[in-house]
């Protein structure tokens, strides 16, 4: 069975899929993933749906739409979170777990954000008093070769490009760079570097302090302005926090989230939330 490392790194965004069915048993494996309980850095809760659009346009009048970023998508992972950061931040982090073992089953997917008529998806997991749909999932069998649109829409965002260590992680301070050696640390920031994010603004900073990483985001305007009440920088948050925790944990290294007050400050950064480890003698690793 592959490992993480080798699921993060054969996961690619798909916006191409063929639109055939799913066969039963994978429909039946995609629910047993979205059904099982996820813990989340801050304890949030959700409740993920598999839609079949064409059982909506069949059925329904609900004409569930991607506005052309998408082409033949069909199957859908839907769910719905409280209007909170905190919620915004769980929900990232469980729903890319959904992501990463649907990848492990050999289907594609792809993060949508912006890019899907709201109302209509809104409609489909009849949203109470200060609900929202973050972003949601496209799933299904993709093509293997990617369209000429596909590239340049991943070359635009520079969707194969990630910043360098030295951009990301510091230690002690926001003006030294961290040095994780060759060890489970370096494997696990790298997974967390490689993590998909909105625009692939890569948002998150890390400082590494004794025996706890904190993570911070660095906003990017543009990416503020796409949806009002939804904080897609906190998705991408999430979505980092779950490459790396798992990560750590598939290499023997367990620890927990906390929310700390006495946290290091710097301008232009929100910190979220800081993993502290059981046992700081890994960074001997």
């Not at 719905?80 to 469980?94: H, I, L, Q």
């Not at 993590?195 to 503020?224: C, H, M, T």
């Not at 946290?263 to 059981?278: F, G, R």
Request: proline share 2%; aromatic share 10%; with cysteine.
């Amino acid at each position: 069975m592959e490992n993480i490392k080798q699921i993060v790194e054969k996961r690619i965004s798909s916006r191409k899929f063929t639109g055939e069915d799913l066969s039963v048993s994978e429909i039946k494996e995609i629910n047993k993933i979205i059904n099982r309980k996820i813990k989340t850095p801050f304890g949030s809760n959700f409740v993920f749906k598999l839609i079949d659009k064409n059982d909506f346009h069949k059925n329904k009048k609900i004409k569930l739409g991607t506005y052309g970023f998408i082409s033949n998508g069909r199957y859908f992972i839907v769910g719905k979170s409280p209007s909170e950061m905190e919620a915004f931040v769980d929900y990232g982090y469980a729903l890319e777990r959904v992501v990463l073992d649907i990848t492990a089953i050999s289907l594609g997917s792809c993060w949508l954000g912006g890019t899907f008529n709201r109302k209509k998806f809104n409609e489909t997991v009849k949203l109470k008093d200060g609900e929202v749909i973050p972003s949601v999932i496209v799933t299904g069998r993709a093509y293997q070769k990617r369209s000429i649109r596909e590239k340049i829409t991943r070359a635009s965002v520079k969707a194969d490009q990630r910043k360098d260590f030295k951009e990301l992680f510091f230690e002690g301070n926001f003006e030294t760079p961290f040095d994780p050696g060759s060890g489970k640390i370096k494997e696990a920031l790298n997974m967390l570097r490689l993590a998909p994010s909105a625009e692939n603004g890569q948002p998150w900073r890390v400082l590494s302090q004794k025996n706890k990483f904190s993570f911070y985001l660095r906003r990017k305007k543009i990416i503020d302005m796409v949806i009002k009440k939804v904080d897609l920088h906190m998705v991408d948050m999430g979505i980092a926090m779950s490459h790396f925790e798992l990560t750590l944990n598939e290499n023997g290294i367990k620890g927990f989230w906390k929310k700390e007050t006495n946290h290091c400050k710097q301008e232009n950064l929100e910190y979220i939330a800081s993993w502290v480890m059981n046992n700081d003698k890994i960074f001997q690793n």
